[in-house]
């Protein structure tokens, strides 16, 4: 009697739409965060513990069935809620999970004993392969409808068939668990992350093609929270990031005195650069960044985006505490990167087939920074009219050298000087993309996506230059810059000093002395920064991404990286991320043919005049 009360609340819960838990006494645990037409199985077998892997699996799931086989009857609870979920949808998937036995040769093996799911088997494959190298996985054709060997059967092909439910097989080589029985966490941790992302894909592909819901529909039914806990640690990352500025604490207090000092000595003796001082203590920042309980996330996206965040921070921070030492230079490889061989041949051959600085830009007018700092609030007023929620500060600085932009403000150097026509370029380079994206990055729910993801910079400053090529004001004197900061970044990697950095760019290449000692100076600052060698390769990658037709607009929806776009989507789809709240003038339907143009031209090399 108490079974039949309580499957009717289940099924009565499917029929509304509305949440449920329901927990058997010492048996089991129904869990439906969101009624939608899938499950994920795991029955723990009569001689066996509960696997954590696959239990905490269950716990990243919408809908999940947990339940311990020798007290709980599941045949007579999941026909009905199945058959519930298929009438509701048009279709119902059902995802059974079980530790293999040890002859398995793979580490995941996939079991599927309908047609109608093969195509879903091979997509998820195909989604594991793609998450993760270090497991294997294949797909067993069988002849019966999958189940564990040790269990019984849930269902027949023949009642499978009837009723609109799909049915795959799991089994999971427990390679995470050594001959001792002790736990490999980082190897459980791949297990269960790489499944966890691959089924969300999974549940989506089916929602999409095997039931009648619509868009709008199929994004409700995976809607996913935050919880407090991935809320407190995005908090407690953005607190640790914004105790210091990266690129403020390796700029120079006094680039310009030492242009001067250069300049008087001839460009024989290497400059002496000075830096903010320290201001947090490094040992502290990475004690709190490791208290963090970033393991306790059972949703493998959230985790990894927060693992990668605190990784990074780790990174910078210790840099900073390394300026100007060795080590410096080793934690911006960590960071940055390195020169690929193809993107210095590609600045190496940009350089080449353009002529060095012209000077005819003496009879173009010429603005200060006054006036610069007024072109950019006639822009901010511009980007308020879609959002009045949208600001952007703008200072006038002695502390900084040329232009920067850091949390949403635009600082702009006392000395600082440059073309009107520049002025337009950079005001979509500054505020069109950093500052929109920064915007765009506070709208969501995570702070991560203003401050940005690990290694955003690259896509960031790709998009930046690529927004002077449409409007017109990416010219050959600024492609030279781009790529002789490839060149620089390459010359001191392999040993080489400032003055010979400096001596290089002006003697082989015919850069102007100021021009060469701004290029050399952020590349040495520090004590060797990667980072420039970054807007020529951004902008190569990005090329290479409208070649294949994908959405531009998704770019500026928060500082996010290429690689982490898979990702973006899948938060999308669950609603938690939302669209880009602001679009920059460069994205105006006046600018499309200059998109088409880019992506027509597909190179580089094509955007020389």
Not at 354 to 381: D, L
Not at 396 to 407: L, P
Request: hydrophobic share 40%; charged share 25%.
């Amino acid at each position: 009697m108490e079974k039949n009360k309580a499957l009717l609340r289940i099924l009565n819960a499917i029929n509304k739409r509305t949440p449920i838990h329901y927990q058997v006494p010492n048996a089991g645990k129904f869990i439906f965060n969101k009624i939608v037409p899938y499950i994920f199985i795991y029955r723990v077998p009569d001689t066996g513990k509960k696997d954590k892997m696959i239990a905490d699996l269950a716990k990243t799931e919408n809908a999940s069935i947990v339940c311990k086989e020798d007290e709980f009857a599941l045949e007579e609870w999941i026909k009905p809620i199945a058959e519930s979920l298929a009438q509701e949808f048009g279709a119902c998937l059902l995802i059974e999970t079980w530790i293999s036995e040890s002859n398995q040769k793979d580490d995941i093996l996939l079991h599927v004993g309908q047609k109608d799911i093969l195509p879903l088997a091979e997509y998820f494959e195909r989604n594991i392969r793609m998450e993760t190298a270090e497991l294997s996985v294949a797909i067993s054709k069988d002849l019966q409808i999958p189940k564990p060997e040790s269990l019984p059967s849930l269902f027949s092909k023949k009642y499978l068939q009837n009723k609109q439910i799909l049915l795959l097989g799991i089994s999971i080589k427990k390679r995470y668990i050594d001959y001792e029985e002790n736990i490999l966490p980082l190897l459980m941790r791949t297990y269960r992350e790489t499944l966890a992302k691959s089924l969300s894909r999974l549940f989506f592909e089916f929602l999409r093609v095997y039931t009648h819901l619509n868009a709008t529909a199929q994004k409700i039914n995976v809607h996913q929270e935050l919880t407090p806990m991935m809320n407190e640690i995005d908090d407690a990352l953005a607190q640790e990031s914004k105790k210091f500025d990266f690129l403020l604490m390796v700029t120079p207090l006094n680039a310009h005195e030492a242009w001067l000092q250069f300049k008087k000595d001839k460009y024989w003796k290497t400059p002496k650069f000075l830096y903010r001082p320290m201001h947090v203590d490094p040992d502290l920042v990475k004690r709190r960044l490791y208290n963090l309980r970033i393991e306790d996330i059972y949703d493998p996206t959230m985790a990894y985006i927060f693992r990668d965040k605190r990784t990074e921070l780790d990174s910078m921070i210790t840099m900073l505490a390394d300026r100007g030492k060795e080590d410096f230079l080793h934690g911006s490889l960590q960071v940055f990167g390195n020169v690929s061989e193809k993107l210095y041949n590609s600045a190496l051959a940009l350089l080449m087939m353009t002529e060095p600085e012209t000077t005819s830009t003496k009879n173009e007018e010429w603005i200060g920074p006054s006036e610069f700092a007024k072109m950019a609030k006639e822009e901010v007023k511009f980007l308020q009219q879609q959002n009045q929620e949208f600001n952007c500060p703008i200072r006038i600085r002695e502390d900084i050298s040329g232009v920067m932009v850091n949390r949403g403000a635009l600082n702009i150097s006392k000395e600082y000087k440059l073309t009107k026509s520049r002025a337009k370029a950079l005001i979509q380079h500054e505020i069109g993309t950093h500052v929109v994206t920064y915007f765009n990055g506070r709208m969501q729910p995570l702070n991560l996506f203003s401050l940005g993801v690990p290694g955003y910079e690259e896509l960031q400053e790709g998009l930046a230059v690529l927004s002077e090529y449409i409007v017109d004001g990416l010219n050959n004197d600024r492609l030279r810059i781009i790529a002789a900061r490839v060149i620089a970044v390459q010359h001191m990697l392999l040993g080489n000093s400032f003055t010979d950095t400096f001596a290089l760019l002006v003697d082989q290449f015919g850069f102007k002395h100021e021009t060469s000692f701004q290029i050399v100076m952020r590349v040495y600052r520090g004590g060797g920064l990667t980072k420039d060698m970054l807007y020529l390769k951004g902008i190569m990658e990005l090329i290479e991404y409208l070649k294949e037709n994908n959405n531009v607009h998704l770019l500026m929806m928060g500082k996010i990286r290429k690689d982490y776009l898979p990702i973006i989507k899948d938060l999308l789809q669950k609603e938690i991320l939302i669209p880009p709240a602001i679009t920059p003038r460069f994205m105006f339907p006046e600018y499309l043919d200059k998109w088409k143009e880019v992506k027509t031209k597909a190179s580089v090399f094509k955007l020389t005049h």
